[in-house]
């Protein structure tokens, strides 16, 4: 079974910073591009930034200059550094990884975390 599993959501003041965790787990034998979405109530899921296994990153225009993605081969896992954060950031933040897995078979899979809610008040 493999999973994502986000961490660090919550609700902050307009101006503030949190960090978004997403860990990989279960039968994993490499992670490819992995990401961070999100959506906003009433609104469709948007991309928000993308890091490749190389570290190679791609922002949404609205996300640049305020969050920054990397990531931690060694512990499967990606982080989401979010700083002046707007009321109009409020929305859960879903992961997302594209995964070779090793079971039952090798293969390719892309597999999304549960998501975290972020609020930010006015």
């Known amino acids: 079974q493999v999973q994502l599993v986000e961490s660090g959501g919550g609700l902050v003041q307009a101006g503030g910073s949190l960090r978004l965790s997403c860990a990989a787990s279960?039968?994993?034998?490499?992670?490819?591009?992995m990401g961070w979405y999100r959506q906003a109530p009433g609104k469709q899921r948007e991309l928000v930034a993308t890091?490749?296994?190389?570290?190679?990153?791609n922002y949404a225009d609205s996300m640049k200059g305020r969050f920054t993605i990397s990531r931690d081969n060694a512990k499967n896992t990606v982080y989401l550094q979010m700083n002046s954060l707007k009321p109009e950031d409020t929305a859960v933040y879903y992961c997302?990884?594209?995964?070779?897995?090793?079971?039952?078979?090798?293969?390719?899979?892309?597999?999304w975390g549960q998501g975290t809610l972020v609020t930010v008040s006015s």
């Open positions: 997302k990884g594209n995964l070779v897995v090793t079971s039952p078979v090798y293969r390719y899979l892309e597999v």
């Open positions: 279960g039968s994993i034998f490499s992670i490819n591009a």
């Open positions: 890091i490749t296994s190389g570290g190679s990153t």
